[in-house]
């Protein structure tokens, strides 16, 4: 069984920063992307940034230039990096590891991490 775990979200000043960690266990033959997403009160569930196979990122123009995405394949181990915190980045975080299946792809999610950024 898949497993997502995601940690290191928490309540930080804005221009602060943190690191949010998203572990990975299971059998997961083939990854197609990882990504971080992010919901916040009332908003739609939206994308911050990807990680595919090839070692592309994209990012949400919102956090161009002050988060980054990274992750460790040994750990497997997702990474994303936030720094220059502001308080519209306050929204619960989740992990999202997309694997290939025949025909289409499979979207794996963690339980989610709350990240809030006083003013």
């Known amino acids: 069984q898949v497993q997502l775990v995601e940690s290191g979200g928490g309540l930080v000043q804005a221009g602060g920063s943190l690191r949010l960690s998203c572990a990975t266990s299971?059998?997961?033959?083939?990854?197609?992307?990882m990504g971080w997403y992010r919901q916040a009160p009332g908003k739609q569930r939206e994308l911050v940034a990807t990680?595919?196979?090839?070692?592309?990122?994209n990012y949400a123009d919102s956090v161009k230039g002050r988060f980054a995405i990274s992750r460790d394949n040994a750990k497997h181990t997702v990474y994303l990096q936030m720094n220059s915190l502001k308080p519209e980045d306050t929204a619960v975080y989740y992990c999202?590891?997309?694997?290939?299946?025949?025909?289409?792809?499979?979207?794996?999610w963690g339980q989610g991490t709350q990240v809030t950024v006083s003013s």
């Open positions: 299971g059998s997961i033959p083939s990854i197609n992307a």
């Open positions: 990680l595919s196979r090839g070692g592309d990122t």
């Open positions: 999202n590891v997309r694997v290939p299946v025949p025909g289409y792809t499979y979207d794996y």
